[in-house]
C-alpha cells in the first residue's frame, strides 16, 4: 500500500485518480476534488475530508474509520463494504440509504438522525 503519513492535500485535485490501495491515514483532504477517484481498498482511517467532493468515486472496501466527512459531497458514490466505524458523516452531502444500507459497518458512527433510524430499523447488523 502506498502511503503518506499526515500530508496536506486541501483542496488538491484528484479527479479521476487511480488511488488503489492508497493510504491517506490521517491526511488533509479538506476540499479536496475526488470526483471518480478509485480509492478502493485506500485507506482513509482518521482523513479529514471536509467539503471533499467525492461524486462517483468507488471507496468500496476503503477503511473510513474515524474520518470526519463533514459536509462532503458523496452523491453516487459506491460505499460497498467501506468500513465507517467512528466516522463522522452527520453532515455529508448527498448520502443515501441505499449507498449506506451496502456499508461493512457503521458502528458508533456519527450520522444524521433520520437516516440512522430507517437504518437501524432495517440493518440492525450495521451498528453492531
Known amino acids: 500500500m502506498?502511503?503518506?503519513?499526515?500530508?496536506?492535500?486541501?483542496?488538491?485535485?484528484f479527479e479521476r485518480a487511480n488511488l488503489k490501495r492508497f493510504n491517506f491515514k490521517e491526511d488533509n483532504l479538506i476540499g479536496a476534488n475526488l470526483?471518480?477517484?478509485?480509492?478502493?481498498?485506500?485507506?482513509?482511517?482518521?482523513?479529514?475530508?471536509?467539503?471533499?467532493?467525492?461524486?462517483?468515486?468507488?471507496?468500496?472496501?476503503?477503511?473510513?474509520?474515524?474520518?470526519?466527512?463533514?459536509?462532503?459531497n458523496l452523491q453516487g458514490a459506491n460505499l460497498g463494504a467501506a468500513n465507517f466505524q467512528g466516522a463522522n458523516i452527520s453532515e455529508a452531502h448527498f448520502l443515501s440509504f441505499g449507498q449506506l444500507s451496502k456499508v461493512k459497518t457503521l458502528r458508533n458512527t456519527k450520522?444524521?438522525?433520520?437516516?440512522?433510524?430507517?437504518?437501524?430499523?432495517?440493518?440492525?447488523?450495521l451498528f453492531e
Not at 55 to 65: D, I, V, Y
Open 2 to 13: 502506498n502511503e503518506i503519513k499526515e500530508a496536506n492535500f486541501n483542496e488538491g485535485n
Open 35 to 72: 470526483i471518480k477517484a478509485n480509492l478502493k481498498c485506500g485507506n482513509l482511517r482518521g482523513a479529514r475530508l471536509h467539503k471533499a467532493d467525492l461524486r462517483e468515486s468507488n471507496l468500496k472496501e476503503a477503511n473510513r474509520e474515524r474520518a470526519n466527512i463533514i459536509k462532503a
Open 111 to 125: 450520522l444524521n438522525s433520520n437516516i440512522f433510524k430507517s437504518l437501524k430499523e432495517k440493518h440492525l447488523t
